[in-house]
T-cell receptor, first 113, second 114 residues
Framework: AQKITQTQPGMFVQEKEAVTLDCTYD???????LFWYKQPSSGEMIFLIY??????QNATEGRYSLNFQKARKSANLVISASQLGDSAMYFC??????????FGAGTRLTVKP | EAQVTQNPRYLITVTGKKLTVTCSQN?????MSWYRQDPGLGLRQIYY???????DKGDVPEGYKVSRKEKRNFPLILESPSPNQTSLYFC?????????????FGSGTQLSVL
């Protein structure tokens, strides 16, 4: 079965600094997608970024980038220039070919002013 | 506006009283799914549906039922709720089950079973 591991239950970062949220995954499939979602205190799930297993370039979306290391099966989220509004729960997820999306336990990020 | 509409937002009930959480999407998505979120466990899948009249169990289906009679609707039914079903529930949908399809989420239902 797919497994997503986020080893950092909580992280702190100073405003304007960069932060990396770790994610490792386990799959025997060659075709899969990796996703990051943000959950602010209001509770909604906000899609941030996607990386396909065949993509050679790391995905970027504004201040978010995904550090994809396929051989190590890691898909870390990098947030540059942290803002107070980045304080939230962050979930890493994986979806295999025509399968369900599985989520990690999440990392709670707190941005300090 | 493209969205997944989930109701109610908050629900407090008592053990054994049947309840239904509704979910509807207006994006003509084939794939729909229910998750529950618990602290330290992330989101765990309850049931999913690849299309109308096609449903299957996820990782934690015990105590839940679903149906998919129409493409847009995917209600979650708790026929005899118990306190261990107190959780935050999310409905989600995507165009298909392909690996590059992101999920669109409803706003969540916070359920408390007393």
């Amino acid at each position: 079965a797919q497994k997503i591991t986020q080893t950092q239950p909580g992280m702190f970062v100073q405003e304007k600094e960069a932060v990396t949220l770790d994610c490792t995954y386990d799959t025997s499939d060659q075709s899969y997608g990796l996703f990051w979602y943000k959950q602010p205190s209001s509770g909604e799930m906000i899609f941030l970024i996607y990386q396909g297993s065949y993509d050679e370039q790391n995905a970027t979306e504004g201040r978010y980038s995904l550090n994809f290391q396929k051989a190590r099966k890691s898909a870390n989220l990098v947030i540059s220039a942290s803002q107070l509004g980045d304080s939230a729960m962050y979930f890493c997820a994986m979806r295999e070919y025509y399968n369900d999306m599985r989520f990690g336990a999440g990392t709670r990020l707190t941005v300090k002013p | 506006e493209a969205q997944v509409t989930q109701n109610p937002r908050y629900l407090i009930t008592v053990t054994g009283k049947k309840l239904t959480v509704t979910c509807s999407q207006n994006m003509n998505h084939e794939y729909m799914s229910w998750y529950r979120q618990d602290p330290g466990l992330g989101l765990r899948q309850i049931y999913y549906s690849m299309n109308v009249e096609v449903t299957d169990k996820g990782d934690v289906p015990e105590g839940y039922k679903v149906s998919r009679k129409e493409k847009r609707n995917f209600p979650l039914i708790l026929e005899s709720p118990s306190p261990n079903q107190t959780s935050l529930y999310f409905c989600a949908s995507s165009f298909s089950g392909a690996s590059n399809e992101k999920l669109f989420f409803g706003s969540g239902t916070q359920l408390s079973v007393l």
